[in-house]
């Protein structure tokens, strides 16, 4: 008898996977048609990049330092160079082949699949879970934001779980090359705090699973396992060596970082705050997107927090429209307003894009599932979706999630606890397709089934009842936004309070239809089952039902969020920003190093002046810590000393009201010169030298940084000797060379003198080194956040030059083991060729503990074990 081969073997998983990946092209049409999503936080991080990629594509070489933001930082968090990550490269190359946006649900879906089939699931039951993971609507809503690391990083971390599970049930060689392949990919998609939740999960699967083996006496098995994976572990983390290392080193200088600050200090607000000394966030910064408890009934109910925070698809027949044409607004206007502005969502959170929902129809599976798995899988499932699930409720769980917070290692570097959710729809998809598995694989009846059924709808689509009903009386459907942005709005805040009236009605009608909505969806679902389980539908017709209610399902409320008007043509994206005329004004003064204050928007959230000038601002959420502190606390008090020393030599301005008061458009900006700008380096007279940060902050409130520097005593050694006061007269010093990480000053001195550079100081002696005529120098720490240096009488040339030997450790580490990790992905595949196809395995007799990676199947009588049995 012919053995079939691997490829006949892989064919039912290659056409559902392609299945899967059409499902996804069909959702993001546009894209064939040569358009793509606007993604808001591409279009930043491309703005942040370009300095980096203009210098590369004129020298053939990228810098690995940028001055494009925050007047200078590493190009670790924007656009690095990793030229050994071969298996990353490999596989992003054929996933970019794929169709824009599809790929990336793409991703997910594949992760999703590869798991469930480990844990025995069929090719349909795979592709169903696989497809309420990739369109789980958190995830779609993330996209469309832009938040594409995040979603690789889910998709990867489902394969991760694969492999853990298969080198935990003995299959070494094979778990070694998935954990190892998705692994890898996990630490390229660079999204840590996803990851971290993931170790979290797998950390609980591998709990349950060693008390199931030792309990089975599996001992050998389990250290084999364990053994495998933190082998293999340690080289898929070490092929991304360079990034782990380098970013570790980072994180400590920026905001997520300790802080030297101890005193109490002033904030923009006027709030008296104390910083964070022990290292991490801020809790009120970490936990200002928190879930609120009641508003994870969106899991059920799409609509249930009134969906999202701008959009939420309000028609002329609502009472928020009628409300604004009775005060007088143009009811074509109120219309556009109401489809496309209306305020919504009334959760706890600032703003959302949309909700967390899981899929009704999904929900109940899930549900039903943990009635009816009997392995200890069902726990595993079961608490890593409740601890997802209670991280993201933040402060509003604030016992369980400030222990964590203060407790796990690690876990204070991150905030936007919520996006937790977009993890818990994979243990949520995992759950209900191993239920269906175990209502087919078990038989079934509707005996055995009834009570769990009736359990899991009361639980379901009886909630959802409860609350179509009695919704209005529970909870009062008002944001503590609300009166606030619609004052914005309509200027009179007796207006405000008349719109939040007719907002809640419509949130009540919201919350109310998709309640219905969610419970026929359950409904159906049920009837599906209860129609196999009494013989009435054959598995040829119910996988494809259950599949096509989910999907539609999903389908359906995602595209309220996420649809074909969303896409734009590929040419309007091929600039982020287009520049005004006052950029064109700046950009026609070719002098090296000045830096641009965009004053036109929140600057340290935005890269739009970083996209055409080394701006003062930026956006990224790893900025350094001091400069933010600078921003943060001095730069209020002390706005054009600072500017000065940052060499902001321009300034973007809002441009003059028009005269006609009709006129809509808003005033165009205007670009002003600084006339006291210092420059990119400027001796001074005095040194004022100051015992810690907490001093050195304050000096900063008042310093006049033309005559004065401001240095921590730390560098007392190297001003020793310098005069009180120094006569900067005739000393002269300039820039005459830039690039972001290598800079030359031409000096002539006429005396010995302190010269104060407007450059970021990082690391100094370490990663930024300093030249006098071509000799190391050191250098110091000056005005908190700047470089100084001691230059004697003469000319000279000064160059610094950022070198970090981390960087350079770090390739020899990704070239190891990345060749390691393609030798053992070639001595898989040569082993998996020639393996035999194992002959069906004798179903387990029941055991009090068996392992958590078997499924329940229907016992059988005991049959003599076959060699084929070792393979596995």
Request: a neutral charge; aromatic letters at 12%.
């Amino acid at each position: 008898m012919n053995q079939p081969t691997l490829f006949q073997r892989l064919r039912p998983h290659l056409i559902a996977l392609l299945g899967l990946l059409v499902l996804a092209t069909i959702y993001f049409a546009p894209v064939l048609s040569g358009k793509t999503l606007a993604m808001p936080d591409v279009q930043e991080s491309a703005a942040a990049a370009r300095e980096i990629r203009e210098i590369a594509k004129a020298t053939g070489d990228k810098p690995i330092w940028t001055d494009a933001v925050f007047s200078g930082m590493p190009a670790y968090m924007i656009d690095f160079e990793y030229p050994y990550i071969f298996v990353y490269k490999v596989v992003s190359t054929v996933i970019w082949w794929l169709p824009a946006n599809a790929n990336i649900v793409f991703v997910l879906m594949l992760g999703a699949y590869i798991l469930l089939v480990v844990l025995g699931c069929n090719p349909w039951l795979s592709a169903l879970g696989a497809a309420a993971y990739g369109l789980g609507t958190f995830s779609i809503v993330s996209l469309e934001a832009g938040h594409v690391s995040k979603l690789f990083a889910l998709g990867y971390g489902a394969g991760m779980l694969a492999g853990v599970v298969l080198c935990l049930r003995g299959r070494y060689w094979v778990g070694a090359a998935v954990t190892g392949l998705f692994t890898s990919m996990e630490f390229g998609a660079n999204h840590i705090q996803i990851t971290y939740y993931l170790f979290m999960t797998i950390g609980l699967y591998v709990l349950y699973e060693a008390i199931a083996l030792f309990r089975a006496g599996k001992t050998r098995q389990l250290a084999l396992g364990l053994a495998t994976l933190a082998v293999v572990g340690v080289v898929a983390a070490g092929s991304f060596g360079k990034r782990l290392l380098v970013l570790n080193q980072y994180t400590k200088e920026t905001i997520r970082g300790a802080s030297e600050l101890t005193a109490k200090t002033t904030n923009p607000d006027g709030q008296s705050t104390t910083s964070e000394s022990k290292g991490g966030l801020d809790k009120d910064y970490a936990f200002t997107y928190s879930y609120g408890i009641a508003e994870t009934l969106t899991l059920l109910i799409p609509n249930f927090s009134g969906g999202a925070s701008v959009g939420g698809g309000l028609g002329a027949d609502s009472e928020f429209y009628k409300a604004m044409v009775n005060k007088g607004v143009d009811p074509a206007a109120a219309r556009q307003f109401v489809e496309l502005g209306a305020p919504t969502y009334w959760g706890d959170q600032p703003a959302v894009g949309g909700p967390a929902y899981a899929g009704a129809a999904l929900l109940f599976l899930f549900v039903l599932g943990m009635f009816i798995i009997r392995t200890p899988l069902r726990w595993w499932l079961l608490s890593a979706t409740v601890l997802l699930v209670m991280l993201t409720w933040g402060k509003n769980f604030a016992a369980f999630n400030y222990f964590l917070f203060d407790t796990l290692p690690y876990l204070n570097k991150f905030r936007a606890m919520t996006m937790a959710f977009t993890l818990a729809q994979l243990f949520i998809a995992v759950g209900a397709a191993l239920a269906v598995q175990t209502i087919v694989t078990q038989k079934l009846t509707f005996a055995q089934l009834k009570q769990p059924l009736l359990i899991s709808l009361g639980l379901t689509a009886g909630v959802a009842l409860i609350l179509a009903v009695l919704g209005g009386s529970f909870f009062d459907f008002q944001s503590d936004f609300d009166v606030d942005r619609l004052t914005r709005i309509f200027g009179d805040p007796s207006v405000a309070n008349d719109m939040v009236r007719a907002l809640v009605s419509d949130r009540i009608s919201l919350m109310r239809g998709d309640a219905f909505r969610s419970i026929i969806l359950i409904l159906l679902t049920a009837g599906a089952v209860w129609l196999f389980v009494t013989n009435k539908l054959k598995p040829s017709i119910f996988y494809p039902l259950v599949f096509a209610v989910v999907v539609f399902d999903l389908f359906a409320v995602d595209k309220r969020f996420l649809n074909n008007s969303d896409f734009v043509a590929k040419t309007e994206l091929s600039i982020p920003y287009q520049p005004t005329a006052a950029d064109q004004q700046i950009l026609q003064d070719k002098s090296l190093g000045y830096r641009v204050f965009d004053q036109t928007g929140s600057f340290m959230e935005s890269n739009r002046a970083s996209y055409f000038h080394r701006s003062i601002g930026g956006y990224n959420v790893a900025r350094l810590r001091r400069y933010n502190e600078l921003i943060t606390y001095a730069f209020p008090v002390n706005t054009l000393n600072i500017l000065n020393m940052l060499n902001a030599k321009y300034v973007i301005a809002q441009g003059q009201p028009a005269a006609n008061p009709q006129q809509q458009e808003a005033p165009a900006p205007v670009a002003q010169q600084n006339p006291e700008v210092l420059g990119a380096a400027w001796f001074v007279q005095t040194v004022q030298q100051v015992d810690n940060a907490d001093a050195e902050m304050a000096a900063m409130k008042t310093l006049n940084p033309r005559d004065t520097a401001v240095v921590d005593k730390r560098f007392a050694e190297q001003l020793t000797g310098l005069p009180a006061t120094m006569d900067p007269a005739g000393n002269s010093i300039r820039l005459t060379s830039y690039r972001g990480d290598k800079l030359t000053y031409e000096v002539n001195a006429a005396r010995e003198g302190l010269a104060v550079f407007s450059e970021i100081y990082y690391r100094g002696h370490e990663d930024w080194q300093a030249y006098l005529d071509d000799k190391p120098v050191p250098h110091m720490r000056a005005n908190y956040v700047l470089r100084a240096m001691r230059i004697p009488a003469g000319r000279h040339t000064v160059e610094f030059r950022f070198e970090p030997p981390l960087a350079k450790t770090g390739d020899t580490i990704d070239l190891i083991c990345n060749v390691l990790l393609l030798a053992l992905f070639g001595v898989v595949i040569f082993r998996e060729g020639r393996r035999p196809t194992p002959e069906p395995e004798p179903a387990p007799t029941p055991s009090p503990a068996p392992a958590i990676a078997q499924e329940p199947v229907e016992q059988t009588p005991k049959k003599k074990t076959t060699k084929a049995k070792s393979s596995r």
